[in-house]
T-cell receptor, first 113, second 112 residues
Framework: EAQVTQNPRYLITVTGKKLTVTCSQNMNHEYMSWYRQDPGLGLRQIYYSMNVEVTDKGDVPEGYKVSRKEKRNFPLILESPSPNQTSLYFC????????????FGPGTRLTVT | GQQVMQIPQYQHVQEGEDFTTYCNSSTTLSNIQWYKQRPGGHPVFLIQLVKSGEVKKQKRLTFQFGEAKKNSSLHITATQTTDVGTYFCAGRDMEYGNKLVFGAGTILRVKS
């Protein structure tokens, strides 16, 4: 089954404790992206990657890191989480190009206390 | 920078009533996509519009792309409880590297 998977689905952590949210897709998509969803603000892009070893900042990259060492994986790293990073995070993937739809993972709800 | 505004933010309708959400871009778009997110779920692609003035239908859903390619709408005829969720538009602008920018979404609730 074609899908995007994320882990963990739920995470409660404390300020400053490094964490990684994994994302994996099995559709051979070149493009992968991370979004955060907050009430009233929609989906805001954090980072994206057009292919292996190619990543770039989205609209809200501060406090986040990513890597793309393999085509299928695109982990999101919070080196020192803060309470303002409490949010619902989605990973998405698609073929590269301006006409392809994005496939979203199930989401990761992160709470930073 | 590129902005995509979506209204209304929230709408509560009686089952059987119609519903419309509107999307407006600050720049001319190369295309626009619509997604639906069910409560507790993730966004799922509905449709893409590319041509100026384009109209597409999916059963009770009608999607329109404005003549100037700066606005779009989604209209649902005779809403059902299965229509509940958040509807997002997302536009691409070639001047901004065809980046996909999402609107804030419209939350639809349906009273049965």
């Amino acid at each position: 089954e074609a899908q995007v998977t994320q882990n963990p689905r739920y995470l409660i952590t404390v300020t400053g404790k490094k964490l990684t949210v994994t994302c994996s897709q099995n559709m051979n998509h070149e493009y992968m992206s991370w979004y955060r969803q907050d009430p009233g603000l929609g989906l805001r892009q954090i980072y994206y990657s057009m292919n292996v070893e190619v990543t770039d900042k989205g609209d809200v990259p501060e406090g986040y890191k990513v890597s793309r060492k393999e085509k299928r994986n695109f982990p999101l790293i919070l080196e020192s989480p803060s309470p303002n990073q409490t949010s619902l995070y989605f990973c998405a993937s698609s073929f590269w190009g301006n006409t392809y739809e994005q496939y979203f993972g199930p989401g990761t709800r992160l709470t930073v206390t | 920078g590129q902005q995509v505004m979506q209204i209304p933010q929230y709408q509560h309708v009686q089952e059987g009533e119609d519903f419309t959400t509107y999307c407006n871009s600050s720049t001319t778009l190369s295309n626009i996509q619509w997604y639906k997110q069910r409560p507790g779920g993730h966004p799922v692609f509905l449709i893409q519009l590319v041509k100026s003035g384009e109209v597409k239908k999916q059963k009770r859903l009608t999607f329109q792309f404005g003549e100037a390619k700066k606005n779009s709408s989604l209209h649902i005829t005779a809403t059902q409880t299965t229509d509940v969720g958040t509807y997002f538009c997302a536009g691409r602008d070639m001047e901004y590297g065809n980046k996909l920018v999402f609107g804030a979404g419209t939350i639809l609730r349906v009273k049965s």
